[in-house]
């Protein structure tokens, strides 16, 4: 009985183990994409009257940005999500989108080849899926939750 025991241990012990170095190595190396979606208002960097709204739907790495209620939309891939450098998003291995953001908080700077060239200062109007500000846990959402 106690070598059972002993093996039962020493398995729970490599399965905890196991998990801590799985989620310390993830969060190193992993991490979400940024969130980009919701519904946006683009002004022009070189004439400010010229504006367009865009709406933009995210997936992971990939969108699909609407223009001015397109029914259509563009396909893009999130290509290159950094800090220092921007976010790029790309269709067709081509560079369509370059975001970056802009000295003043809330504000980004779009760079487009395609569909509306030039450059953009864009402000996120509406998000899809607001932040969370309270993160504190009022108690269990099901009567199966409880211990």
């Known amino acids: 009985m106690k ?9 729970l012990a490599v399965f905890a183990l196991g998990i801590w170095v799985t989620l310390s190595v993830g969060s190193i190396f992993l991490h979400a994409p940024t969130d980009l979606s ?17 709406l933009i739907q995210q997936s992971g790495i990939y969108l ?4 001015d209620g397109d029914r259509n ?4 891939k999130l290509a290159r999500d950094d800090k220092n450098t ?6 067709d291995d081509d560079p369509k989108i370059t975001i970056t953001e802009n000295s003043r ?5 779009f760079h487009m080849i395609d569909p509306l060239p030039g ?9 899809t899926y607001k932040p969370r500000t309270n993160h504190s846990i009022s108690g269990p959402t099901t009567a199966h939750a409880r211990i």
């Not at 208002?41 to 709204?53: E, M, V």
């Not at 699909?64 to 223009?67: A, L």
């Not at 939309?73 to 893009?76: A, F, K, P, Q, V």
């Not at 921007?86 to 269709?91: A, F, P, R, V």
């Open 64 to 67: 699909r940005i609407y223009i």
């Open 86 to 91: 921007g976010i790029e998003l790309q269709s």
């Open 119 to 127: 450059d953009w200062m864009a402000v996120c109007t509406d998000r």
């Open 38 to 54: 919701g519904r946006w208002q683009l002004k022009s960097a070189t004439d400010p009257s010229i504006t367009h709204d865009i």
């Open 3 to 11: 070598r059972a025991t002993n093996v039962y241990i020493i398995m």
């Open 73 to 76: 939309g563009y396909s893009l």
């Open 105 to 109: 908080p809330g504000v980004y700077n």
